[in-house]
């Protein structure tokens, strides 16, 4: 589920196991107790899903009309404990609207089997896959339920399921949780859909976002754990630093 706005999983073999997709999905709320009873009440939850989905889109169309560009450190690191083996990369990436993903590789070190096999792929992938829609944490690609409110990081946040439209790789079985002000997805964590190769037994992942000082949410990092036949668990952290991030002033409308 990447998006323009994010930064996001491909390949084969121990590539897709790390499976990374991004989202950039409006508006303030209070999360009253007439709120929470709507949400838990029968019949009535599902038209405050839809509230709450119609605002999570209208935050989304605000962000990818106000962010114009962007530029990330990324760190990514991978471990396998069986073979003690790891790598790491760091890559700028830099993003200007309406255009893709643009990714420079500035170091690495370590293991080049899970550079070539993990790292590569996944970079890939989030250009093949950043302008368009059909892996995005959307309506159109999920059904969410209403689990009730959280906390997330210090802010009130709706925590849903979601359970994919179709069986696809890029897409996830798991939970998301909505912030409660601005409407955007501020966590994502799941399990594929489908099974992405022969070799991988399990894949899971723990997606982070965070909200930037213009109102914009942006990936803050990546947690990923996938166990390989033949090889055991590989985990994979991303962390991203941006250095600039450009916006245009544009009213958000009411929902």
């Known amino acids: 589920m990447l998006n323009r706005g994010a930064a996001t999983v491909r390949g084969s073999a121990i590539a897709v196991i790390i499976f990374a997709i991004s989202v950039v999905v409006g508006h303030?709320?209070?999360?009253?107790?007439?709120?929470?009873?709507?949400?838990?009440?029968?019949?009535?939850?599902?038209?405050?899903?839809?509230?709450?989905?119609?605002?999570?889109?209208?935050?989304?169309k605000w962000q990818d009309s106000a962010l114009r560009e962007y530029q990330a450190h990324r760190l990514f690191h991978a471990s396998n404990n069986r073979f003690n083996i790891e790598s790491i990369l760091e890559v700028e990436t830099t993003f200007r609207s309406p255009g893709p993903l643009q990714s420079t590789v500035m170091r690495q070190e370590g293991s080049a089997f899970i550079r070539e096999h993990v790292f590569e792929k996944i970079l890939l992938a989030e250009s093949e896959l950043s302008d368009k829609n059909n892996a995005d944490m959307i309506p159109d690609n999920y059904q969410f339920t209403l689990i009730g409110s959280d906390a997330c990081e210090g802010r009130r946040c709706w925590h849903m399921t979601v359970k994919p439209k179709r069986s696809e790789k890029y897409l996830v079985n798991g939970d998301v949780w909505l912030d409660a002000e601005d409407y955007a997805i501020s966590r994502i964590h799941g399990f594929p859909s489908k099974h992405v190769s022969l070799w991988i037994s399990r894949a899971e992942i723990d997606w982070h976002f965070h909200r930037m000082d213009t109102g914009v949410w942006l990936t803050e990092k990546v947690e990923s754990s996938s166990d390989v036949r033949l090889f055991g668990t590989v985990e994979m952290q991303i962390h991203y630093n941006y250095n600039t991030i450009g916006v245009v002033n544009i009213a958000k409308s009411g929902n």
Do not use: E, N
């Open 28 to 60: 303030p709320t209070i999360l009253t107790s007439q709120a929470q009873a709507l949400a838990m009440a029968g019949d009535k939850s599902q038209l405050f899903v839809d509230q709450l989905l119609a605002r999570m889109m209208a935050h989304r």
